[in-house]
T-cell receptor, first 110, second 110 residues
Framework: EDQVTQSPEALRLQEGESSSLNCSYTVSGLRGLFWYRQDPGKGPEFLFT???AGEEKEKERLKATLTKKESFLHITAPKPEDSATYLC???????????FGTGTRLQVFP | DVKVTQSSRYLVKRTGEKVFLECVQD?????MFWYRQDPGLGLRLIYF???????EKGDIPEGYSVSREKKERFSLILESASTNQTSMYLC?????????FGQGTRLTVV
């Protein structure tokens, strides 16, 4: 069964304290792994798409990496405005569905 | 910018009512999706559509139906609303590399 697991469920960081979020997946044929940011009461906002092991993408303080079994979202020197829930999703090859993890809720304190 | 617009941000309906949630996208995308999001459960796929008049069941279609009469519009229908359908509903429109989400509809069934 296709599955996406994110860890940790919640993460509290001091401003400037770098860390990583994990997304591990089991899918029969990966057509892309996606990271989203979601603020409370809003729809997810697209961040990155990764397609193959070894690929990396960066945007401001965020960097996403991909291996054959997992992806990491690295947050360097986070700021309070980075506080949000970060969602990972995989696109399954045969059905084209997007399968989501349950997210990591990040809180960054000044 | 791609825009996915959901007709309502907040809705309150009574048990047994027929409820329509509307979603419109302006980028001529073929693929559209309906998810619901609940705490601890993440985003779960209700229905998706690859083209006009085409629909596929997702993981939790029970109690829901959909309509796609025009390419830009994908409607989610709750035939007889129940309290366990109280949730955040998210519509997404799919391009090759990204899925764009609407702002969400918070539905409360009383």
């Amino acid at each position: 069964e296709d599955q996406v697991t994110q860890s940790p469920e919640a993460l509290r960081l001091q401003e400037g304290e770098s860390s990583s979020l994990n997304c591990s997946y089991t899918v029969s044929g990966l057509r892309g792994l996606f990271w989203y940011r979601q603020d409370p009461g809003k729809g997810p906002e697209f961040l990155f798409t990764l397609y193959s092991a070894g690929e990396e993408k960066e945007k401001e303080r965020l960097k996403a990496t991909l291996t054959k079994k997992e992806s990491f979202l690295h947050i360097t020197a986070p700021k309070p405005e980075d506080s949000a829930t970060y969602l990972c999703a995989v696109r399954e090859r045969n059905t084209d569905k997007l399968i989501f993890g349950t997210g990591t809720r990040l809180q960054v304190f000044p | 910018d791609v825009k996915v617009t959901q007709s309502s941000r907040y809705l309150v309906k009574r048990t047994g009512e027929k409820v329509f949630l509307e979603c419109v996208q302006d980028m001529d995308h073929e693929n559209m999706f309906w998810y619901r999001q609940d705490p601890g459960l993440g985003l779960r796929l209700i229905y998706f559509s690859y083209d006009v008049k085409m629909k596929e069941k997702g993981d939790i279609p029970e109690g829901y139906s959909v309509s796609r009469e025009k390419k830009e519009r994908f409607s989610l229908i709750l035939e007889s609303a129940s309290t366990n359908q109280t949730s955040m509903y998210l519509c997404a429109s799919w391009a090759n590399t990204e899925a764009f989400f609407g702002q969400g509809t918070r539905l409360t069934v009383v």
